[in-house]
């Protein structure tokens, strides 16, 4: 019997405020405060510049609580993937490759296995020759005849 995909799991975020500051809404959002700056740059997150203090010429961001609401339920923070599954990418020679799917197998984790590949599209080319073989060719290489 196949198991049944899971939900996918929203976190819960909770806006007490009305307004918030770049900082703020960082920490509420669990983002830095640097991806809500890109966010305001982009235009998926509006923002009021705001005076500091009563008749200060320095502003600041406020952004409204709607704002979050409506960025955090919105289709911008959910996976492109289709198929339920994250993308995980890691750096591994062929041989390395190999060992990873050996370790997978012993965990018993056959189907996390059968999805590691090579993005690379070359077979690897294994080189047969003797040791003498060897030293003739790297001597060579090095300009050592």
Excluded: C, W
Excluded at 7 to 20: R, S
């Amino acid at each position: 019997m196949a198991k049944p995909k899971p939900k996918e799991v929203q976190p819960v975020i909770i806006l007490t405020k009305n307004t918030y500051t770049i900082g703020e809404a960082a920490v509420a959002m669990k983002m830095s405060s640097q991806y809500v700056r890109t966010l305001i740059r982009r235009g998926q997150i509006k923002s009021k510049l705001v005076p500091i203090a009563k008749d200060s010429q320095v502003t600041r961001h406020a952004i409204a609580k709607d704002q979050l609401e409506n960025f955090l339920s919105g289709s911008a923070r959910k996976s492109k993937r289709t198929d339920g599954r994250n993308k995980y990418v890691f750096y591994a020679n062929f041989g390395e490759i190999g060992r990873v799917r050996e370790v997978l197998k012993a965990a018993g984790l056959q189907e996390v296995e059968k999805t590691v590949m090579s993005s690379n599209q070359l077979k690897p080319m294994i080189i047969e020759e003797t040791e003498d073989e060897h030293v003739d060719r790297q001597a060579r290489l090095n300009g050592k005849d």
